[in-house]
């Protein structure tokens, strides 16, 4: 049987497809100290989940959770402990 270009195509779209909903923690925890070191310690969600290539939705946010990270009252990520108690 040949593979036509079309056949590898529609392979890559739904690879890029079935992958992109996978992020995982260490992978978010990895950008997020990237950002962190070039943005003087401020990392915004959506700069981070641009950065992912993710959308801020539930499966970014549950793999933001298991990497130690979460989200302040400003929006940014901060790791779990780094919260102001005021």
Do not use: C, W
């Amino acid at each position: 049987m040949k593979t036509t270009i079309g056949d590898l195509k529609k392979m890559v779209a739904a690879a890029i497809n079935e992958a992109r909903g996978h992020v995982s923690p260490q992978e978010v925890l990895q950008t997020y100290q990237d950002i962190y070191l070039s943005n003087q310690g401020r990392v915004p969600l959506a700069q981070l989940a641009s950065f992912v290539g993710a959308n801020p939705d539930q499966v970014f946010m549950a793999a933001l959770r298991k990497a130690g990270l979460l989200v302040d009252k400003k929006g940014d990520v901060v790791e779990r402990g780094m919260t102001p108690s005021a």
